[in-house]
């Protein structure tokens, strides 16, 4: 009955997935959206709905007297990412070995997808876990929620700020290579010649910083200073003016991500964009994600019970499913954004993952619960 419960959360959470994302393409068919609107949608999540849902969410969630407590979550999700990012450079450089797509296999490995799938599973799997470990359902419910609000903060902020530079790199490296003679003289000019042919907005996007960051910085300064966490939750004037409109924006950010990807998607398939070919890669980077990581993220499970880190089965459980969620749709937006050769290909390996996931996700689920609850 618990697995059929599974497979039927994974399956309507993915089909909801599906069908914001299907509205994308027909939406893409009628020529509502355009390829410039999405670009302008992708600039506008990332400088305001994205900071809006991380400042609210990390807000809302955690406090200064329980931010210990998850230490070792937010140490997971690093981990998650660094193993993630290892598996994406050695798997290039020794199995895949397509240089031209080194930064998508590094993002599609190391940035797993941490809200609309497991919120989902907190809400379908909260009473079942109560049963099997003798808690109060609200008490797991929230904690799964905080676990995955955290998850979620670190893992965009990360995405944002390593993932730009990722791609950034990758872009400028082949550039390089594709340099015409009259191009590469034109490096040997001095550089105080070639500054005016670079506008405010290149270097605006060499920054370190960007609006994400900017954001979970923020979000940790009112956190430690009590008195402004409080004044903005719980001041009626200050939340109803600031906050509660910070957090409707913040709502739009999953809709529109996904609006974008059923737009490329149309693009790549039914419009003029030729269509990726290679398939092996295509099918080693998603395997990279929804079979491999997995893999890590069961040892590190295992590691963590061993040595008493996490106690709480559940929230590890929550852990567990970082590893195995397809990849972010977030890529998508990345690559619109700072790489727009690898548009293409970003959303095909989405569209996989997403399909391969409501297969894989629900067994890796089963093995879990199988080995460590039931």
Not at 100 to 125: D, E, H, K, M, R
Not at 176 to 188: A, D, G, H
Not at 256 to 283: C, D, P, R, T, V
Not at 284 to 302: D, T
Request: charged share 10%.
């Amino acid at each position: 009955m618990q697995i059929l419960t599974i497979i039927g959360v994974v399956v309507s959470t993915t089909f909801g997935v599906f069908f914001i994302s299907g509205c994308g393409a027909y939406l893409t068919h009628k020529k509502v959206i355009t390829k410039q609107l999405t670009s302008q949608l992708s600039s506008l999540t990332e400088h305001l709905f994205i900071p809006t849902l991380i400042f609210t969410n990390f807000l809302k969630s955690l406090t200064l007297e329980i931010l210990h407590q998850y230490i070792p979550c937010m140490i997971i999700t690093l981990l998650c990412f660094i193993f993630g990012y290892l598996l994406g450079t050695l798997s290039n450089k020794y199995w895949i070995k397509e240089k031209a797509l080194n930064s998508v296999i590094i993002l599609a490995s190391a940035n797993p997808q941490t809200t609309n799938l497991q919120l989902q599973l907190c809400y379908g799997l909260s009473k079942w876990f109560a049963m099997m470990t003798n808690q109060p359902e609200k008490q797991v419910e929230t904690t799964l929620i905080t676990t995955v609000i955290i998850q979620t903060v670190i893992m965009t902020s990360i995405r944002w700020t390593i993932g730009r530079s990722i791609l950034q790199q990758q872009e400028m490296e082949l550039e390089m290579t594709n340099l015409s003679e009259p191009q590469s003289q034109c490096l040997m000019m001095p550089l105080s010649s070639q500054l005016p042919f670079k506008s405010e907005n290149d270097f605006q996007k060499k920054s370190f910083w960007n609006a994400p960051l900017t954001a979970a910085v923020v979000s940790i300064a009112c956190i430690c200073v009590p008195i402004v966490q409080t004044t903005i939750l719980s001041n009626q004037l200050i939340y109803n003016t600031i906050f509660a409109p910070l957090q409707t924006i913040s709502k739009a950010t999953s809709p529109i991500i996904l609006l974008i990807l059923g737009s490329s998607l149309y693009e790549i398939y039914m419009g003029n964009s030729a269509s990726f070919g290679k398939h092996q890669s295509l099918l080693y980077i998603v395997f990279n994600r929804i079979l491999l990581m997995p893999i890590i993220g069961m040892i590190i499970v295992i590691f963590v019970l061993s040595q008493k880190i996490i106690d709480d089965k559940c929230q590890l459980f929550m852990l567990f499913l970082t590893f195995c969620t397809p990849s972010s749709i977030n890529i998508l937006l990345l690559a619109k954004q700072y790489q727009q050769s690898t548009e293409e290909i970003v959303a095909i390996v989405l569209l996989h993952s997403y399909l391969l996931a409501i297969i894989t996700l629900p067994l890796w689920m089963i093995i879990y619960l199988i080995i460590f609850i039931a």
